[in-house]
């Protein structure tokens, strides 16, 4: 497995900006991918999760403004994102992992995208 994403830029306050995570790997039976984010000096945090069933979960500082949609069995995931504020930025890591369960941490993921970079403006 080997996670791409792609997507990431410079957006003002309050657009909108889509992230794509791809595996250019060979396809496994993905069962969890998620986004996180992380910002220098700080932990890389949970933004969403996507399960094979369809079942997903959000960090409270997106509900209602960021939505993830994937393809486990083509172990790909989006992240869209809207109402963007300037506290967003940072750069946004896809994971992926063969089994849906554990927490939010991410030590429970197997594989990982490189990164993209998300830099809203005030």
């Known amino acids: 497995v080997q996670l791409q994403a792609s997507g990431g830029g410079l957006v003002q306050t309050g657009g909108s900006l889509g992230l794509s995570c791809v595996n250019t790997g060979t396809i496994a039976r993905i069962n969890r991918m998620g986004w996180y984010r992380q910002t220098p000096g700080k932990e890389r945090e949970l933004v969403a999760r996507?399960?094979?069933?369809?079942?997903?979960n959000y960090a409270d500082f997106v509900k209602g403004r960021f939505t993830i949609s994937g393809d486990s069995a083509q172990n790909t995931v989006y992240l869209q994102m809207s109402s963007l504020k300037p506290e967003d930025t940072a750069v946004y890591y896809c994971?992926?992992?063969?089994?849906?369960?554990?927490?939010?941490?991410?030590?429970?993921?197997?594989?990982w995208g490189q990164g993209t970079l998300v830099t809203v403006s005030s």
């Open positions: 994971a992926a992992n063969l089994f849906a369960m554990g927490g939010n941490s991410p030590e429970t993921y197997r594989y």
């Open positions: 996507i399960n094979s069933d369809g079942s997903t």
